[in-house]
């Protein structure tokens, strides 16, 4: 079991930045490939970045060039640096880990555990 705890969000206003933080207990991080969604009411949850355990990243084109996931496994966290912010950008975030190490990482069923989610809100 591994225990993950969002934190970060907050109100921007459209082009600033914030960096979302998940923390993980119980278990070392750098046994997961981790993942960072995003869910408005009524919407799936849709596809942010992920890192592998081996620090290979991928993103979809609606945040490419803005987002940077980043993991730091001596601190048990993993990062979102969001910049050049948009209001299309709010959301709730999550952070998820996925244990087996052969998911595919754009889907949120891949994903063995999730925190409770952060709210990030961007301002026009």
């Known amino acids: 079991q591994v225990q993950l705890v969002e934190s970060g969000g907050g109100l921007v206003q459209a082009g600033g930045s914030l960096r979302l933080s998940c923390a993980a207990s119980g278990r070392a991080l750098s046994n997961f490939d981790m993942g960072w969604f995003r869910q408005t009411p009524g919407k799936e949850r849709e596809f942010v970045a992920a890192i592998r355990r081996t620090g290979y990243s991928y993103y979809p084109d609606s945040v490419k060039g803005r987002f940077t996931i980043s993991r730091d496994n001596a601190k048990n966290t993993v990062y979102l640096q969001m910049n050049s912010l948009k209001p299309e950008d709010t959301a709730v975030y999550y952070c998820?880990?996925?244990?087996?190490?052969?998911?595919?990482?754009?889907?949120?069923?891949?994903?063995?555990?999730w925190g409770q989610g952060t709210q990030v809100t961007v301002s026009s």
């Open positions: 998820g880990a996925e244990d087996d190490g052969y998911g595919n990482l754009w889907y949120p069923t891949a994903y063995d555990y």
